[in-house]
């Protein structure tokens, strides 16, 4: 399936081509127009192996342009502060054109991946003499993690001068940065050039998404920008533009190919054909054999193969193995701790007095970073009385 998402857009998913612009009009998301494409993947996947089965080697879209010569090609990514032009500490874009960027599919008011379809609604939309229509309302949108490991609407993420929409300005992650080989950067992009977008797998978070997306059969991505549309904010003091924008062929044009995408990996079973505890998909992927054994520690970083499959941390990598590698305290003595976060993985911190007996740790889990897990340690005894030594470890669910 594929379906523009626009307030005033197609609401049967039947348009030919999908536009990515943005609007600085208050009563719209920035991102105004925004570009959702599913696959239901279970006729060419076995489904509901297990999240964490789903290795990935390569995640690529592939789409096509199908305006000629209306926008100018920018393959890099521009921090937000670039788009501020009205907000403290606006900074000149450095190259001409905006980036188009990939992200994930949230959804909300009930719908999911499953029930939102090419004739779904929209979201609410208010008569266009209001003082807001539709500024994040949609039913479907562009969505990266947050540092709470949900995901998060990016349509406004530039900020809106809206008193309907008071979250602050923030910056976005994309998954993927469109590229072609089409046209140069800061050229004008003809018709039929292929943009490709390779899906960042460095990132657990994205490989979790997609991990899930397999597993349940349904994927689900979005594109968005901020080139300019030609909209103009009532009253001449918005920031409108010329119109210089991506139309993206969907399936159902018939002149440029559909979005096409690519994965590559496998999908680990139970066969253990040399019975050491390692499954024959995951050996292979990891491996290209079966030669390996449990208690080998091929990358040398003090956790076993067997470990690294438990725990589904990379044994190719010496940076990538389950452990406590940052530790600080505050003045009550509760300890914040840091730790590298695998694709499809939930962590319980535990904590000890003797090395014997282990409970839950007191706190919190927050992702600030790509690949990082933090746990801030609160005990609620007030004041909070510290032992004279405590342990912690991470256990990996």
């Avoid at 943005?22 to 599913?38: E, H, I, K, N």
């Avoid at 923030?170 to 072609?180: I, L, N, S």
């Avoid at 007095?353 to 992702?367: F, M, R």
């Avoid at 609620?380 to 991470?394: E, I, S």
Wanted: aromatic share 12%; hydrophobic share 35%; net charge negative.
């Amino acid at each position: 399936m594929d379906r523009w998402v626009y307030p005033f857009g197609d609401f049967l998913g039947d348009r030919s081509v999908a536009p990515n612009f943005a609007s600085f009009d208050p009563r719209f998301d920035t991102r105004d127009a925004q570009y959702l494409m599913g696959w239901t993947t279970d006729g060419l996947v076995v489904t509901n192996a297990g999240p964490s089965r789903y290795l990935l080697r390569r995640a690529r879209l592939e789409v096509r342009n199908a305006v000629n010569n209306a926008f100018v090609y920018d393959p890099t990514f521009d921090p937000y502060l670039t788009y501020a032009t009205n907000q403290p500490g606006y900074v000149a874009d450095a190259d001409p054109g905006r980036p188009v960027e990939l992200y994930g599919a949230g959804f909300r008011n009930g719908f999911s991946a499953t029930t939102f379809v090419e004739n779904s609604p929209y979201g609410r939309i208010n008569p266009i003499t209001s003082g807001n229509i539709s500024i994040g309302t949609r039913n479907a949108f562009a969505a990266m993690f947050g540092d709470q490991g949900h995901l998060v609407d990016v349509s406004n993420n530039v900020g809106q001068a809206n008193p309907e929409w008071t979250q602050p300005p923030f910056e976005v992650r994309p998954w993927a940065v469109g590229t072609t080989t089409n046209a140069a950067p800061g050229e004008l992009v003809p018709e039929d050039a292929l943009f490709t977008f390779d899906i960042d797998l460095k990132d657990p978070w994205i490989v979790g998404y997609l991990q899930s997306a397999l597993n349940e059969g349904r994927l689900r991505l979005v594109l968005a920008s901020l080139s300019p549309a030609n909209q103009v904010t009532p009253g001449g003091t918005g920031g409108g533009g010329a119109g210089a924008y991506p139309q993206w062929a969907t399936r159902e044009n018939l002149l440029f190919a559909p979005p096409r995408l690519i994965l590559e990996g496998v999908v680990v079973g139970p066969e253990d054909t040399d019975q050491d505890g390692l499954p024959d998909d995951w050996e292979r992927f990891h491996f290209g054999s079966l030669d390996k054994a449990a208690a080998d520690d091929t990358d040398q970083d003090r956790a076993t193969e067997l470990a690294e499959y438990q725990t589904g941390t990379d044994p190719n990598s010496p940076s990538s193995y389950l452990r406590i590698d940052s530790v600080t305290w505050d003045g009550d003595r509760n300890a914040t701790l840091g730790f590298p976060k695998a694709p499809s993985r939930s962590y319980r911190v535990e904590t000890s007095y003797d090395l014997q007996s282990w409970w839950p740790a007191q706190g919190g889990l927050t992702y600030p970073n790509p690949g990082r897990a933090l746990f801030v340690e609160q005990r609620l005894t007030d004041p909070p009385m510290p032992p004279v030594q405590a342990y912690y470890r991470v256990v990996s669910e």
